[in-house]
């Protein structure tokens, strides 16, 4: 007997990948009117604890003021992942101090990697840094970073508006134009001063990574960081000598106003 077709039409389900960017432009308009008056605990309860931006992760460099954000973070779920670019380029000190703060705070660490080939293929010397930075900057981090934010919906970064005068502007959510996911960048200490973020190092006596007290008040990879003075940008210190001022997973003037 021929089955009965006679509803087939009406009866299936269509079959469709959803390509929607997961947040836009307005989903994070939306998130810092949302948040506008509420501390960076509630802010950041409601985000991990309610599920507001979907998976999270924090990307960490572990440098000079990590530990502020991770021990946030870390206070409200210690699960949330915590992606750190293995750069191959780091300072000894910074490995054993993104050590010293996961065991303390107790992180759930994912250390990402360049990939082999591309180093083999583009940087086998190990000097691209020297003569071209932004490349080297997308093989040991741009890359890596993105193919493992593909697993999630949205990522933590420890941007402060006093850092720089390219973060001044920029708002607690905004979307990553990175790549066309549509993912969330969150900047929870957007508004944090250096006296807060010094504050909450005493109040919870946070290790201090032991570069600061060396000159460092931006700590990168070891061939593109020097020492700064006292009184001058503290992010001056990165890639000095070029006209460089964001590592390629920031783009500066790329951030909405809000
Ligand atoms: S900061 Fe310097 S060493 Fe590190 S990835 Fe970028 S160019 Fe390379």
Redesign the pocket.
Known sequence: MKPDTTNAATDRTRDTLDLAPRFTEHDALRLNRMFRGSSTQEMLEAVIRDGLAGDLAVVSSFGAESAVLLHLVASVDPSVPVLFLD?G?HFAETLAYRDTLAKRLGLNLVILTPDADDLAKRDDTGL??SYD??G??E???VRPLAKALANYDASFTGRKAFQSSTRVNLPRFEVDTSDAQGRLKINPLIDWDASRIEGHFIQHDLPRHPLIAQGYPSI?????TTQVAPGEDPRSG??KGWDKTE?GIHKPGEEPFL
């Open positions: 750069t380029k691209r840094w930075p932004d080297c900057c093989i040991r981090k990168g990879c070891s061939p593109c990165r890639w590592c």
